[in-house]
């Protein structure tokens, strides 16, 4: 597609509940990166891949937190048994190795 | 980062004045500097982009200028218009020089008037 795309928008999960966001990069991008922003703050990295390699994930808040892109294209990012502190926008970026980040228009999650 | 949590720090201007929104940036090390502009409910847009080797750098109607030795960034927008209004974030790479891993500064929310 034209841009980074990213489902659902939204969701609002009970607490305890897993969670899968799915991101699909430009086509051609090889590296893809995830970051959380918490309401009224700027975006923080949460990990990156450069095609399907994870070759950083050091912003991961916990184990509850799982990201992978299998086939080096689409992601996702797992959130197992939310917390409310988990209610945040999910970021999906791309972009060709080395060049501007472009970020999809974010998931939204609410735990209530 | 520093974080102002839901008071964004405000600049209002005027339709057709120029805009400038500031950004201190921490780590010395850095040498790829990013503005984005984010509307809301939408994700962050590139702007412009500079490498710690320059100092200024122009695209259409915007300007950045770093300064590294009191480690500023700014971002200039001229005769700014209504569509302008949004979140401004800087960012910085100190890793590595590309936009692998970015720290985002605090926001500016601007604000133009008619």
């Known amino acids: 597609g034209a841009g980074v795309s990213q489902s659902p928008r939204y969701k609002v999960a009970k607490r305890g509940q897993d969670v899968a966001l799915r991101c699909d990069p430009i086509?051609?991008?090889?590296?893809l990166f995830w970051y959380q922003q918490a309401l009224g703050q700027g975006p923080e990295f949460l990990t990156y891949?450069?095609?399907?390699?994870?070759?950083?994930k050091s912003g991961l808040p916990s184990d509850r937190f799982f990201a992978e892109r299998p086939e080096g294209s689409v992601s996702t990012l797992k959130i197992q048994r939310t917390q409310q502190e988990d209610s945040a926008v999910y970021l999906c970026?791309?972009?060709?190795?080395?060049?501007?980040?472009?970020f999809g228009e974010g998931s939204w999650l609410t735990v209530v | 980062g520093e974080s102002v949590g839901l008071h964004l720090p405000t600049l209002s201007v005027q339709e057709g004045d120029n805009s400038i929104i500031n950004c201190a940036y921490s780590?010395?090390?850095?040498?790829?500097f990013i503005w984005y502009k984010q509307e809301s409910g939408k994700g962050p847009q590139f702007i412009i982009d500079?490498?710690?080797?320059?100092d200024k750098r122009q695209g259409q109607r915007v300007t950045v200028l770093l300064n590294k030795t009191v480690k500023h960034l700014s971002l200039q927008i001229a005769a700014t218009q209504p569509g302008d209004s949004a979140v401004y974030f800087c960012?910085?790479?100190?890793?590595?020089?590309?936009?692998?891993?970015?720290?985002f500064g605090t926001g500016t929310r601007l604000q133009v008037t008619l």
């Open positions: 960012a910085e790479n100190p890793w590595d020089g590309t936009a692998s891993k970015l720290t």
């Open positions: 500079i490498r710690s080797n320059m």
């Open positions: 891949f450069q095609n399907e390699a994870q070759l950083d």
């Open positions: 970026a791309s972009s060709l190795l080395g060049n501007t980040i472009y």
């Open positions: 780590n010395s090390a850095s040498d790829y």
């Open positions: 086509s051609g991008h090889v590296s």
